[in-house]
Nanobody, 123 residues
Framework: QVRVAESGGGSVQTGGSLKLSCSVS????????WGWFRQAPGTEREGIAY???????RYADSVKGRFTISKDNAKPTLYLQMNSLKPEDSGMYYC?????????????????WGQGTQVTVSS
């Protein structure tokens, strides 16, 4: 069973940076569709960054130019570098990963979700 775990959250001031990590427990699959999502209290979950199994990366407009996805080629781990953080970036950040098994159309939000890591940006 694939498990996903996020880490790297914390508290920073406006303009600060954090780097989140998302690790998948299984080496069974070599390619995944990955996604980073966040949710602030009282709001809907928002997809902010995606990395498809072919390496295509997409960002939501709200984070474009400030957040960067990178992939560790040696292990099933995805990173989200977050720069120029704003108070509105605060929330619980979740990672989801769906394995590309060759016959399926993988989608991050249809895969396995982590428990989340809290990000708090103070003004």
């Amino acid at each position: 069973q694939v498990r996903v775990a996020e880490s790297g959250g914390g508290s920073v001031q406006t303009g600060g940076s954090l780097k989140l990590s998302c690790s998948v427990s299984s080496y069974r699959y070599s390619r995944y569709c990955w996604g980073w999502f966040r949710q602030a209290p009282g709001t809907e979950r928002e997809g902010i960054a995606y990395r498809d199994s072919d390496g295509t990366i997409r960002y939501a407009d709200s984070v474009k130019g400030r957040f960067t996805i990178s992939k560790d080629n040696a292990k099933p781990t995805l990173y989200l570098q977050m720069n120029s953080l704003k108070p509105e970036d605060s929330g619980m950040y979740y990672c989801a990963a769906d394995p590309d098994q060759g016959w399926n159309t993988c989608r991050a939000d249809s895969g396995t979700w982590g428990q989340g890591t809290q990000v708090t940006v103070s003004s």
